[in-house]
T-cell receptor, first 115, second 115 residues
């Protein structure tokens, strides 16, 4: 079974631009979550999608958004990029249905650098 | 408001000995706990988990202990191997809408196993 796939692996963007990151979950997994990892803040939850609906959202500004398609693939978008958005963005998928996420499997991440 | 804390930023252990990584949490709504291992620029890899209805779970060289009254869990690795050298994250989740797809992570502990 293929794992969680994130594309691209690396991105360099300029302040003010926008960026779209993609995540393909493990086949059969319907829950997709996004996290931001920075040296100062650690791993922070961005949002979670299940069956094309956002079910949960972390404490991030509205510049961070996402969506999920009918095949469970997900994208996240960051608009008006700031230097502080430089981070490793991780996607995780889970097969659990309902309120509790148990084992979440992570992709390799997308390293975003904003210059 | 750090709800999951790993107070030891680093741990150094000799090959063959036991590694004990600790984690404390403050949110009594957490009822499922996970440990992940992470290498730089890669996504976290799931190691082992434990439900709050248990106090111990074993998987090969890895054992997780949960002390609910103390809101404390620990990961034991026996015997430790050089390939175990990585960053270890403790994570927690709970039931209910605010927990959908959301893992709350500790700051991580860097484990170094010396040959």
């Amino acid at each position: 079974k293929a794992g969680v796939t994130q594309t691209p692996r690396y991105l360099i963007k300029t302040r003010g631009q926008q960026v779209t990151l993609s995540c393909s979950p493990i086949s059969g997994h319907r829950s997709v979550s996004w996290y931001q990892q920075t040296p100062g803040q650690g791993l922070q939850f961005l949002f979670e999608y299940f069956s094309e609906t956002q079910r949960n959202k972390g404490n991030f500004p509205g510049r961070f958004s996402g969506r999920q398609f009918s095949n469970s693939r997900s994208e996240m978008n960051v608009s008006t990029l700031e230097l502080g958005d430089s981070a490793l963005y991780l996607c995780a998928s889970s097969s659990k249905v309902g309120g509790v996420n148990t084992e979440a499997f992570f992709g390799q991440g997308t390293r975003l650098t904003v210059v | 408001d750090q709800q999951v804390k790993q107070n030891s930023p680093s741990l150094s252990v000799q090959e063959g000995r036991i590694s004990i990584l600790n984690c404390d949490y403050t949110n009594s709504m957490f009822d499922y706990f996970l440990w992940y291992k992470k290498y730089p620029a890669e996504g976290p890899t799931f190691l082992i988990s434990i439900s709050s209805i248990k106090d111990k779970n074993e998987d090969g060289r890895f054992t997780v202990f949960l002390n609910k009254s103390a809101k404390h869990l620990s990961l034991h690795i026996v015997p430790s191997q050089p390939g175990d050298s990585a960053v270890y994250f403790c994570a927690a989740t709970g039931a209910g809408g605010t927990s959908y797809g959301k893992l709350t992570f500790g700051q991580g502990t860097i484990l170094t196993v010396h040959p």
